[in-house]
């Protein structure tokens, strides 16, 4: 962690698919102010080290990013699904598990 106690922004694995997501995300956050609700609901959970201002302030477009990418794992699983069942869910997060 370049002997710092505090992860930042640039310490994440960030692939080029989750970039373009969270650029899309940026792009549809200026038509919805969804920014202000991923403020309130992405939490981040206790670590042993603290987080850098970057990385708070980025939490909501990572979040919206990886978002954006559920919503295409669910459309190429199924083009016409409108509200995933639990299988569908157990089938995204199979495959988020293996990629995060």
Do not use: C
Not at 28 to 48: T, V
């Amino acid at each position: 962690m370049n002997n710092r106690e505090v992860i930042d922004f640039t310490d994440l694995p960030i692939t080029k698919g989750l970039q373009t997501n969270i650029q899309e995300f940026k792009t549809m956050d200026e038509n919805i102010d969804i920014q202000s609700i991923l403020e309130q609901q992405a939490k981040l959970p206790p670590l042993k080290l603290g987080y850098s201002a970057t990385l708070q302030a980025k939490i909501p477009e990572l979040v919206g990013g990886i978002t954006v990418s559920l919503a295409k794992a669910f459309r190429a699983l199924d083009k016409d699904m409108k509200n995933p069942s639990p299988f569908e869910w157990e089938k995204a997060e199979a495959i988020y598990n293996i990629l995060l």
